[in-house]
């Protein structure tokens, strides 16, 4: 990013911040040609954004935070679902990468995966890619405003920091890790969306839909700019019903919440907890399955 994209960029999530409503509602009619209904909203993807902007998200913050979330992980009994964590750091100079292991992975504990996450092979990092490694993660803890160009003000007071997880394997035949991401709406598991052989940037995936039984329904996606949908039905996980068991018991407090998790040698491990899927603007699903997931949120809007 050249410093004249990089100004106007920094410009732009600056008055994003200070208009959250303007900047949801510009951004909602260039993708789908319509304003969203807020007052009365409808399928999932208004909800969504009618509980970013009109609700109560200081717990979003805290959750939406990598680091803090394990927490609150914890308090609900699920500790043995939790990625080793080797350490969380607010200064890339008190990184100990002497200590860390050969393979890790770094994460921003503010970002969405896409660009925020990197891979370590010491093996295979040269002078200079460490170099480039402690100039990309400065970047990390430098960016502000983090939400501001989707509507997501509740990612802006979650103080930067970079953690160090233990690098999970894909499972054999897998090109990279599944995710597993089950959406609960009032505390009850509803559907899984899957995104598999995902690409390195973090934003290009092939995606698919599936029942809690673990029946298919490509019917329910769309392809958009970054996913495909899959072509074939994947294996049932051997941990289905423990990946439901946990995803239930984390989203019980909210109307809406998409619980993120991987499954690896039969064991289920936590991912994150997503409140703002795609900022509410998912274009990858049918319009009428947005209205049926819609439909299963109780917003007890007076």
Known sequence: ???????????????????PVITVKIRYFLRFKRFPNLKDPQDLNEKILYLKLYSDTTEWTRLAD?????????????????????GAWE???????????QQFILKANNGDGKGTNVKIDKAKMTERDWQ??????????DSKYIGALSGEPHYNGIKPMILAEELLPS???????IDYKLWCFNGEPFSFF?????????????VDCYDLEWNRFPENMRNSPHM???TKTLPRPSCLDEMIKAARILSKPFPEVRVDLYAVGGKTYFGELTFTSLGGMMDFYSPDYLSEM???VNLNIP
């Open 171 to 177: 499972n054999d035949g897998e090109k990279s890790l």
């Open 228 to 230: 495909t949908i899959a």
């Open 294 to 296: 819609g439909a299963h």
């Open 66 to 86: 990598k680091y803090r979330v394990r927490e609150y992980v914890k308090s609900c009994g699920l500790e043995s679902i939790l990625v080793p964590l080797y």
């Open 1 to 19: 990013m050249n410093i004249l994209k990089y100004i106007i960029r920094e410009l732009l999530k600056r008055i994003c911040a200070c208009s």
């Open 194 to 206: 899957i995104c598999s052989e995902r690409q390195e940037d973090g934003y290009h995936a092939t």
């Open 91 to 101: 200064r890339v100079e008190d990184i100990p990468f002497d200590d860390l292991p």
């Open 132 to 141: 480039s490694l402690r100039k990309r993660l400065q970047g990390w803890l």
